[in-house]
């Protein structure tokens, strides 16, 4: 396909057409009803379409450099030291290079040796550490930004520190009051306190009139003192799994470690000591059964036995002295063992003979076995000598090292291997279960673990038979099992000491495997410690990074059975030779322990007699740099004779046979089977291998293989695999061009070179993935070169561009693949990109020569080289021709030299766009898998082109040719469209190619034309739009989108790159009214709106077209934030944290600290204002409380409809104000309950969310310019004000301080749970939320994606995520939290409070200047209302008196509700305990009167607002401090002295009374706050308080209502009702006096059917309220609305009581008031909750269901109780309460208010003798009581409920006989009636009322006896008619009854009573009923003996028939008592009788 064609289609694929755009416009537009944004006409271009950015370098050039003022001019340009070129020196270990030093290297030796030595090479960008890509704002880097703060002062942490006065205790006034004190301390004494307290400094101006503005300018000027800088340092870091963007620099490649261990050898001892041992160690891992580490070998043998080898030993050299050995391992498994294997010079005997001295003798018998001893020493010195050099196997045992980690504690489980670094940004995902440790299986770490000692005692003898490393590992496998055979064998006893512990991070004296010194290495005579080298169990991926080239020469075993003579002893001879001449052998042989570094020659040990041995031998040798075709290995065979015999040779050569070490240029390594010749190989015969059978040799076992080695090499020279070592032959061949070459049997000339070469490259895929993964920068090193220097063989170019770019391909993908499990959360490989960021450079590039020509641009495209072409061809296409590029290899050819030169050089970046974009399919999609990778090589390769061919200096647009910039539209396109195409199929790789696209674009913006790459932005967002509107799940699309425009915003020059400083701007100050900040001139009304400053502050077209990034970025936002948004939550935190996320990096950013430059920045924001004012209804409500979202906006705008706020509430604002909950301030009550819900559309924000929307608009506000707010401001119409400051209001809840308390009770907790908890809580409870809207909104915060398991953003909880990873935070955490959430709070109030005052300024001359101050008054009020610090309070309370002295009326004419809450606010700081804020608040409040007086002569509004606020605010807050609010009001006082303004009128007087009016009332309250934790005794005074409030309704409500919440605190339920009836019927009175209406209550009267009670309230008469005076019944309850409201509560506290009877007569009351106001919605509800009630007095008929209450009689008795003493009264106590219960709680009480042992519980219920009691001591008097009614008032209580509701009557009884005891016989029992009365019905206001009346009775022994036997009677009367009946209880009734045994029983009182005829004719009238109630018993008894043989079975007829004989025993006694007739019964009744009948006695005792 022609170029040109190419190009044309590739730039078709990203050309959206425009139809289908305005398609997709209008359907947006009539699709959604609140679109309004998105088609808003000022707006001009929808939001869903990209405008066309301006043309970023023309806007640059047209500007001169000069044109902004200082500090802003750096924002204009990219500074010009952007791009810098760094040398990195590469890190090297040792302190030598380690390089070969020999001159002749081949090209393969050379380039690597090269490769290991360069410089790492770094295209650097200066800045780029400033954006928050590369320097994350994390929790740490938060923190450290926190210190200095310094701590604000908030009232709530104060108040536990200091207590209430000191002097509190000892007050006579603080002794309890009585209930029935006077109201009021007497006045006086009141006086006096007050005048001699101190007061509060005083605030020096305060009463000098200064002009507004110089104060408003004052107040600005104090606010802007000591302010946070960065407010965003405040607020918790951006969420991690959003940070798309955070990349961070590689680390750089190097040398792979696994975890390291140190093993110290420091003592062997045997048993005896007679020769010289020597050790060898190694790590095994049995289950791999593979060897993983080289032997170390150590030498622990005293001077003396090392003496014995003197005569073989040359001096050591110290490398061998080491004892002490590191080894690493990568795979950690259960399975290694450090194997430990003993050698010792060869003597005669077998193994077992050998070890036989070392396991016979004991050292405590070394006395004994003298001789023996000597013997053996004697023999093994003779060995020594003669045999010094040879060694024999003797022992060996092994460690099993997971025993050692795990029993020596792992200090840290979970560390992880030094291999494997923790991904830079939080693991998303892709981290397999693999990952743990490096190894997956049971996981097992060897880099934690407490270091160990181990004595090794027992060692094993080697068998001569069993030497392999088979058999090791069976020996191994069976030592784990318990029963290991092992153990049967007798050991070899010694002692071997060794340290193991994890190895230090830079240890000192350490050598390298090479036995290089490792840094640090302090002293080189130190003893060192070896590096061992490993070799890991399984594959290991990592770059070679330094020179390594070693070779191991392993001997397994040797077959000499066939071979004749005498040949047992067998050795084997290792040598590396360099030629046929024994001199050749090469010292490369490195020495084990105690002797020279290397060596010529090595030798294994000997097993003795054997002909067929076996090795365990290791030679390690250090591969030359150059091997060459004549080096190769020797063994020698030889016989060993171990006995000294004449004639005989010590060794006897009996075989030869070698291993050529190279073949076809390869290295030759693997197991190796070789024949061994018998004589002498004849010259020049290591050319050929042993297999090739040489004439005239002889060979044992006829040439067959009986030597088995194996050869490995660890080289970083020798790739050792065919693919790779093919091509970098075939390279290097190239590069030499010394043709013809051999290559495995073909002779490559230069014709068939290329087509090798092609192959090779193509076969690259096939290599294994180990090497090329090792050599990866080699190989991609040659691909780059074969791509920008393609070679010229014969004269002729070879292209090979695409061939390589394919390779290049694989190559990465393949290494991709095998480092799975290392990738970065971005899908990056850390080794590439190591490679591309360091390592990779522009072959050949020197900085250009001084000519300073460019190096060349041409790009040959892929023209093939026919002959047929005319040189002219190449020609054309060269833009600029280097004539001086030296490098370039000159070819004579055909191609003249010029021609050649310049084609011979390629620019990578163009080369790999141009392959890319032309690329087939296959390899498309291996690049797509790794598009980074290419991305950044292309970014680098261009960056390495700027800056080493010096063109930085170029203009950007003459940087890159078109022709390159064409291909990376095209590129750009069609990745773009493949993201878009494969986002439903993969989404993970669309994520990874979508963050890879974005990255590039991010880089281009550096090096490159920006329009170009802006232009390159907008057409991917053509594509993604094209695409969302056929895309199944558009949210996925548009979460990509996001990420690519949040990764492009983190560019470290976002900010220039939105050309700043562009006037878009307004112009500088056009008017002068503008440009200073108080004047007054710029209103709604003056000016039409400006619309630069509107566009300024919208998502215009204008603003999108100059500020294209930010545009991007807000315009996302504003997407994902509309209504109808799909899968909105996620979206919704994805957008804003991408803005907080950059708000945050411009805070940390040194470059815009200045507060000029930060406003220029902040403009970038402004749209932020209106979008989240826009978002309002959906955000968070902070504020809680149903409808108040839009409070204020409501109140602005007549035509929204007011979300009201709910009814009439428990308490009115003022009240939940104090009890600290946020104001309601919009609430225009309407009569319907609960907000009229507002189409609250859309998805509602999650409260973590919001807070961050909300913090990122107060940085806007607080950094933005103030003129140009202000400007703005006035152009706003009112809706959209109020909004704007609902938003402010919103601003204030959500920073709202919690507190230290809060911190530490949320400690485990994360607070975010906890407020969105909150909030679900009260919806529920308030009822605005059903469990169905809950599912709805459930299934909505689903995930767009449907349940997959690996999207990343899965943590949406939590706001503060910090708080959710560690439970428990130490106190200093708590305390710095508590510090930060402090300045927060503040800082996040002062900006409100700025805004406030900008728009304040604003709409001073508007017509509608009254409701928006009136609005901007409520969020002031809020503010001072919510918990703020001390700092804010000085300036909020500061703008609060600027607001009231612009505009008093306000206050004083609007509606009462502001002057109201700003009193209470006022009255609230005046208690303070922190002084600044009193002096603020006090200031406030004595202004306020000062202001209220000037306007009418008197303040009695105020005056009756602070009444008020104070009672409300004494009644319900619980850390009041009266002692402060005294000093305030001490203050207020003094300004009233010094004011002399106003010395002539009444005010000062007026103020006087008024404080004093309200210390009276504090005096009460300290009273109630002793009694704080007395409950009963609390609820007296807070009722004689409203008691003395009776002639002030608004007070007595207050008063009423307070009480209400303290019952419903304590549960008291029926008492709250009864306060809320008590007010309700307060109000009716008054409303009766204003009106009559038929439909209202006609006053309390009208309540009596709920209370008795409640016609106290009818004391309000006309005489005392006249009800139009001011400020009198003012209050939102003194309306028909507030009535409702009363009723409604009193009949919810009903209903929680349990008193469904109660409910229906409030309703009685309620329903005509809802039906005068025809509510019938109220109305179904109300007859609802009656169905309710009436159903559950259905069901609990019998009354057991509910219980109301028990009654018990308290006397109190002892001077000590003050007032209480000698009164009596009736507590109503829980349901069930025991007396034990009741004593224990009022005992605990008073014991703690009173001291040990004076409180005393009198047990009995008697009469109280006061005489006998000691007077010091204080004496409780506890009885129950039961309520008691008269027969004729039962008529009428016919229900359970009836009987425990309006009780005024008690009464208990009390036993007693004449002698003092309460029980006794019968004659003697007295008993004693108490009927108690009380002042009041109880349920009342109060839950204890006083006795206020008492009667008693007593009851003679037969008047006793009546009653019981009434009583049984009744017993057995219910038992025998119960239906269904009991046979139980009738049987225990029938025998308690009739039972012979029964102790005082019927029989003996009859005995005793009707025995004989009573003396006394007064008596016989009891005489007589006795007898009668005995008849009435008997006949009962026998009634339910005929009821009990019915229901009886079979085999209870025995117990009837002994029931039977018992009753009719008992008849037949009873029979002569009850048949006597008494004389007079009929006598008249005479008057002396004692009136013992009368209605007190026996009708009472008629139960």
Not at 584 to 604: D, M, N
Not at 725 to 733: A, E, I, N, Q, Y
Not at 1338 to 1367: A, I, L, Y
Request: hydrophobic content about 40%; some cysteine; aromatic content about 8%.
């Amino acid at each position: 396909m022609a170029v040109a064609e190419r190009r044309a289609f590739a730039h078709k694929i990203n050309r959206t057409v425009a139809a289908e755009v305005r398609k997709q416009v209008s359907r947006e537009r009539s699709g959604s009803p609140h679109s309004s944004r998105r088609c808003s006409s000022s707006l001009g271009v929808p939001l869903t379409e990209v405008i066309e950015p301006l043309d970023f370098e023309d806007v640059l050039l047209s500007r001169p450099p000069d044109a902004e003022p200082g500090p802003l001019r750096d924002l204009v340009e990219f500074p010009a030291d952007d791009l810098e070129l760094l040398l990195q020196p590469r890190e090297c270990r040792t302190t030598e290079p380690g390089i070969p030093e020999d001159g002749k290297l081949d090209a393969q030796v050379r380039a690597a040796v090269e490769m290991y030595t360069e410089d790492w090479i770094i295209a650097h960008r200066r800045y780029q550490h400033l954006s928050t890509a590369y320097s994350p704002i994390t929790l740490e880097t938060q923190r450290e930004r926190q210190k200095g703060l310094t701590r604000q002062v908030f009232e709530q942490d104060a108040s536990g520190d200091e207590r209430s006065s000191p002097d509190d205790s000892d007050d006579p006034r603080h002794s309890s009051g009585s209930p029935d004190d006077t109201p009021r301390s007497s006045g006086a004494s009141g006086i006096f306190d007050l005048r001699n307290l101190a007061a509060d400094s005083l605030l020096p101006s305060l009463l000098e009139r200064a002009a507004p503005e110089d104060v408003d300018r004052r107040n600005e000027a104090l606010r802007r003192q000591h302010r946070s800088r960065a407010l965003l340092t405040l607020y918790p870091a951006p969420d991690e799994d959003e940070a798309v963007e955070r990349c961070s620099r590689p680390e750089p490649p190097r040398e792979h470690f696994g975890q390291r261990i140190l093993v110290k050898c420091l003592s062997l001892k045997f048993e005896i000591e007679i020769e010289p041992i020597f050790g060898i160690l190694a790590l095994y891992d049995v289950r791999e059964k593979k060897k993983i580490s080289e032997n170390f070998y150590f030498d622990l043998n005293s001077d003396s036995m090392k003496g014995l080898l003197r005569a073989h030993g040359t001096h050591p050299a110290i490398s061998t002295l080491a004892r002490s050995a590191i080894f690493s391992v990568t795979y950690p498994s259960p399975d290694i063992f450090l194997v430990i294997k003993l050698e010792k010079v060869l003597q005669q005997g077998d193994i077992s003979e050998c070890c036989e001295p070392y396991m016979v003798m004991k050292e405590v018998d070394t006395a004994k076995n003298k001789e023996k001893l000597e013997k053996l020493r004697l023999a093994a010195e003779q060995f020594c000598t003669r045999l010094g050099r040879y060694r024999m196997p003797f022992a060996w045992t092994a460690v099993h090292l997971a025993n050692i980690v795990s029993s020596a504690g792992q200090s840290d489980r979970d560390s992880d291997s030094e291999g494997e670094r923790r991904p830079t940004w939080t693991d998303r995902r892709r981290r397999g279960p693999q990952d743990r440790t490096s190894s997956g299986d049971d996981a097992c770490s060897f880099s934690g673990f407490r270091p160990a000692t181990l004595t090794v005692t027992n060692f094993f003898k080697q068998e001569a038979e069993r030497l392999s490393d088979e058999d090791l590992f069976k020996f191994l496998a069976d030592m784990r099992r318990p029963t290991s055979l092992l153990r049967r064998l007798r050991p070899v006893t010694a002692q071997l000491k060794i340290d193991i512990s994890p190895a230090p991070e830079n240890p000192h004296f350490c050598l390298s495997p090479e036995l290089l010194h490792v840094k640090p290495y302090p002293d080189p005579r130190g003893r060192p410690t070896k590096e061992i080298l490993e070799f890991p169990a399984r594959e290991v991926y990592a770059p070679h990074t330094s020179y390594r080239n070693l070779l191991y020469v392993y001997p397994h075993s040797l077959n000499f059975s066939s071979r004749q003579g005498s040949v047992r002893n067998l050795t084997v001879r290792v040598q590396y030779m360099a030629g046929e001449d024994p001199s050749q052998a090469l010292p490369v042989i490195f020495g084990k322990s105690s002797c020279s570094e290397f060596t010529r020659e090595a030798f294994t040990p000997v097993v003795y007699h054997n002909k067929s041995p076996e090795f365990y031998e290791e030679f390690k040798l250090r591969l030359p740099a150059c091997v060459t075709e004549n080096h190769y290995l020797l063994f020698t065979f030889y016989h060993v004779s171990c006995q000294p015999r004449p004639g005989t040779a010590l060794e006897t050569p009996v075989g030869f046979t070698w291993i050529p070490l190279l073949q076809h240029g390869r290295l030759r390594t693997g197991p190796f089977c070789l024949p061994v010749s018998v004589d002498q190989p004849p010259p020049s015969y290591s050319m050929l291998t042993p297999d090739v059978a040489l004439p005239g040799m002889r060979w044992v076992d006829g040439h067959k293989g009986v030597f088995s080695v194996e050869l490995t090499a660890v080289s970083s020279v020798h790739p050792q695999d065919p693919y790779l070592d093919k091509f970098f032959t075939l390279v290097h061949v190239l590069e030499e061009g010394a043709f013809p070459f051999r290559l495995k049997d073909a002779v490559l000339n230069e014709s068939t070179v290329e087509q090798e070469l092609r192959a090779s490259l193509v076969a690259l895929r096939l290599a294994s993935p180990e090497p090329l993964v090792a050599f990866s920068h080699h190989v991609l090193d040659k691909l780059v070169r074969l791509v920008v220097r393609p070679p010229i063989i014969g004269g002729q170019i070879v292209n090979l561009g695409r061939v390589a770019f394919e390779a290049m391909a694989h190559v990465v993908s393949l290494v991709h693949r095998s480092l799975e499990a290392a990738q970065d959360a971005r899908g990056h490989c850390p080794l590439l990109a190591a490679y591309v960021y360091y390592a990779f450079r522009l072959p050949g590039t020197e900085p250009s020569l001084p000519g300073g020509a460019p190096p060349v641009t041409l790009q040959p495209a892929t023209l093939a080289h026919g002959p047929g072409r005319p040189a002219s061809l190449y020609l054309a296409r060269s833009k600029s021709i280097s004539s001086s590029n030296p490098d370039l290899a000159v070819a004579p050819g055909s191609v003249d030299d010029e021609v050649s030169r310049i084609l011979a050089s390629k620019l990578l970046h163009e080369e790999l766009a141009l392959q890319w974009v032309v690329s087939g399919s296959a390899v498309r999609e291996a690049v797509l898998q790794h598009a980074w990778f290419f991305f950044q090589l292309m970014v680098k390769s261009m960056a390495l082109h700027l800056l080493l061919g010096q063109k930085l200096d170029t203009p950007r647009k003459l940087r890159f040719p078109g022709r390159f910039l064409d291909d990376i539209a095209a590129l750009v396109g069609s990745v773009g469209l493949e993201v878009i195409t494969r986002v439903h199929k993969d989404v993970e790789l669309a994520e990874h190619l979508n963050a890879s696209l974005a990255f590039f674009l991010s880089d281009l913006l550096s090096l490159v034309d920006r329009g170009f790459v802006f232009s390159l932005v907008r057409a991917h967002y053509k594509q993604v739009a094209t695409r969302l509107q056929s895309a199944p799940n558009p949210a996925v699309l548009l979460t990509l989108r996001m990420d690519f425009t949040r990764i492009l915003c983190g560019h470290e020059h976002y900010v220039t790159l939105n050309l700043p400083c562009c006037p878009l701007s307004p112009p500088a100050s056009p008017s002068p009214s503008v440009s200073s900040t108080t004047s007054q001139s710029s209103t709604f009304s003056s000016q039409a709106p400006d619309p630069k400053v509107i566009s300024m502050f919208e998502l215009s077209g204008s603003f999108r077209q100059q500020h294209f990034l930010a545009g991007l970025l807000l315009t996302e936002l504003a997407l994902a934030l509309e209504p109808e948004a799909e899968g909105a939550s996620l979206l919704h935190k994805k957008a804003i944290s991408a803005v907080h996320s950059l708000l945050c990096g411009h805070d940390a950013d040194p470059r815009y600290a200045e507060a000029t430059v930060k406003a220029r920045v902040a403009e970038l924001y402004l749209p932020l204002l209106s979008l989240a004012r826009d978002t309002l209804p959906r955000l968070h409500d902070f504020a809680e409380g149903p409808g108040q979202r839009s409070r204020l906006a409501s109140m602005l705008d007549s035509d929204t409809e007011g979300e009201g706020d709910m009814g009439g509430t428990i308490n009115p604002s003022v009240a939940m104000a104090i009890a600290g909950g946020p104001l309601a301030p919009g609430s225009r009550a309407s009569i319907s309950q609960g907000p009229a819900t507002a189409a609250r559309s859309g998805c509602a924000l999650s409260a973590e969310s919001s807070r961050t929307l909300l913090v990122c608009v107060l940085w806007v506000l607080k950094n933005a310019e103030p003129a140009l707010l202000q400007r703005w401001a006035a152009d706003l119409a009112l809706p959209q004000l109020g909004r704007l400051l609902d938003l402010l209001y919103l601003c204030l809840a959500a920073f709202e301080y919690k507190g230290k308390k809060a911190f530490e009770r949320i400690n485990s907790l994360t607070f975010k749970k906890s407020l969105d908890m909150k909030a679900r809580l009260e919806e529920a409870i308030l009822g605005t939320i059903g469990a169905r809207q809950e599912m709805v909104r459930r299934s909505r915060e689903r995930s767009p994606f449907g349940n997959q398991e690996n999207v990343r953003w899965r943590k949406s909880v939590t706001h503060w995520r910090q708080t959710s990873d560690r439970v428990d935070k130490t106190k200093d955490e708590m305390e710095h939290e508590a510090l930060v959430d402090g300045n927060l709070a503040t800082e996040a109030s002062l900006v409100v409070l700025d805004t406030l005052e900008i728009i304040v300024q604003t709409v001073m001359l508007s017509e509608a200047r009254e409701s928006i101050l009136g609005a901007v008054l409520k969020v002031v009020l809020y503010s001072l209302g919510s918990a703020q610090s001390a700092l804010f309070l000085q300036h909020g309370l500061a703008t609060q008196r600027a607001l009231v002295s612009k505009f008093p009326e306000l206050l004083f004419e609007e509606d009462t509700e502001l002057c109201a809450d700003l009193c209470l606010r006022l009255l609230r700081h005046c208690g303070s305990r922190i002084s600044a804020i009193r002096t603020h608040a006090s200031a406030s409040l004595y202004l306020l009167m000062r202001q209220n007086f000037e306007i009418g002569n008197n303040f009695a509004r105020v005056k009756m607002q602070v009444t008020m606020s104070l009672s409300s605010l004494v009644g319900t807050t619980q850390n009041f401090s009266e002692e402060h609010l005294r000093r305030s009001l001490k203050t207020i006082l003094t300004y009233a002295e010094e004011d002399v303004g106003l010395r002539d009128s009444t005010f000062a007087e007026q103020v006087q009374d008024l404080m004093f009016n309200l210390h009276m009332i504090l005096t009460d309250t300290v009273k109630m706050k002793e009694h704080q934790e007395d409950p009963e005794m609390l609820i007296d005074l807070m009722y004689r308080i409203a008691r003395g409030y009776q002639g002030s309704p608004d007070l007595r409500l207050t008063w009423l209502q307070n009480m209400a919440g303290k019952h419903a605190e304590l549960g008291n339920h029926a008492e709250a009702a009864q306060c809320m009836v008590h007010a309700a019927a307060l109000v009716a009175e008054y409303l009766a006096l204003l009106e009559d209406s038929r439909h209202l209550p006609v006053g309390c009267v009208s309540f009596q059917n709920i209370s008795s009670n409640v016609l106290e309230e009818s004391a309000i008469s006309d005489d005392i309220l006249s009800p139009d005076e001011e400020g009198f019944c003012s209050g939102k309850h003194f309306t028909e609305l507030g009535l409702v409201g009363l009723l409604e509560q009193a009949a919810a506290y009903f209903t929680m009581g349990g008193l469904y009877e109660a409910v229906n007569e409030v309703y009685k009351t309620l329903i005509p008031i809802l039906e005068a106001h025809r509510d019938y919605k109220k109305l179904a509800a109300v007859h609802g909750k009656l169905q309710e009630a009436f159903t559950k007095i259905m069901h609990q008929s019998s009354g057991w269901e509910r219980v109301f209450g028990t009654y018990f009689r308290v006397g109190f008795y002892g001077a000590r109780f003050g007032d209480l003493d000698e009164q009596e009264f009736v507590y109503k106590e829980p349901s069930i309460t025991k007396l034990a219960e009741i004593s224990h709680r009022l005992e605990e009480f008073y014991t703690e208010r009173f001291g040990e042992d004076v409180v005393q519980i009198i047990k009995d219920s008697n009469p109280v003798d006061k005489t006998k009691l000691d007077p010091q001591k204080a004496y409780i008097q506890i009885t129950y009581v039961e309520p008691h009614f008269d027969t004729y008032e039962l008529k009428d209580r016919v229900t359970y409920f009836d009987r425990n509701y309006g009780l005024r009557t008690f009464l208990f009884c009390t036993p007693f006989t004449p002698d003092g005891r309460a029980h006794g016989e019968l004659p003697e029992q007295h008993k004693r009636k108490t009927l108690l009365s009380t002042d009041h019905a109880f349920p009342y206001i109060k839950t204890r009322i006083r006795v206020c009346h008492r009667e008693e009775t007593v009851l003679t022994p037969v008047e006793v006896a009546i009653e019981d036997m009434q009583k049984k009677t009744r017993e057995l009367a219910f038992a025998t008619e119960q239906d269904p009946p009991d046979a139980k209880m009738l049987q225990m009734v029938l025998q308690g009854s009739v039972g012979p045994t029964v102790n005082q029983g019927p029989l003996e009182v009859a005995q005793v009573f009707l025995a004989e005829i009573p003396q006394d004719p007064k008596l016989f009238r009891h005489h007589n009923k006795l007898r009668l109630c005995f008849k009435d018993f008997c006949k009962k008894c026998e009634d339910a003996l005929r009821k009990n043989k019915a229901l009886i079975g079979p085999d209870q007829k025995e117990y009837h028939r002994e029931l039977e004989r018992n009753y009719s025993r008992l008849r037949e006694a009873l029979q002569p008592l009850l048949t006597q007739r008494l004389p007079q019964l009929l006598a008249p009744n005479t008057a002396g009788f004692r009136n013992s009948l009368n209605r007190t006695s026996f009708r009472k005792a008629d139960l």
